[in-house]
């Protein structure tokens, strides 16, 4: 294994580590505010497969997601209109206010890379994340 791969897999870690360890002081787990803020954002009933694909994770591991926060009452699940098999899911007025009280907290990490990277490193690291997970999400499909 060469010097830089070992080294390059050391930094990504610890960035991702520190990213997942950083003190939100939210009531839910990261993956789950991220799911209120997907919801939130969307202008169309949002189903479990439109979650899936979007943080590109299985519908078992959503579904885990949508109970918790349906037992915390930030999500409504309804029937859908058109597929009486599935649902959609909104976000309830304790969820609208989770997300609208929570989101500076949230993104604290992402302001504060942007400060200090300035503006212009800051939108070339997003580029090039956007571009790794392309590729490694590429790879993923073909394993």
Do not use: W
């Amino acid at each position: 294994m060469k010097e830089s791969t070992v080294r390059s897999a050391e930094i990504i870690g610890l960035f991702c580590r520190q990213q997942m360890n950083v003190k939100k002081d939210i009531p839910v787990r990261s993956s789950e505010m991220g799911v209120l803020i997907f919801v939130e954002k969307q202008e169309e009933p949002v189903t479990p497969l439109m979650l899936s694909s979007f943080f590109r994770i299985s519908k078992p591991s959503v579904t885990v997601m949508i109970n918790s926060l349906l037992r915390q009452k930030y999500l409504h699940k309804a029937a859908s209109a058109t597929d009486g098999r599935s649902y959609t899911v909104s976000l309830t007025a304790e969820g609208r206010e989770l997300v609208e009280s929570t989101a500076t907290e949230y993104y604290r990490s992402m302001e504060l890379l942007e400060e200090q990277m300035g503006s212009a490193e800051f939108t070339r690291f997003i580029e090039l994340m956007q571009q790794a997970t392309e590729i490694i999400g590429r790879e993923n499909v073909r394993s």
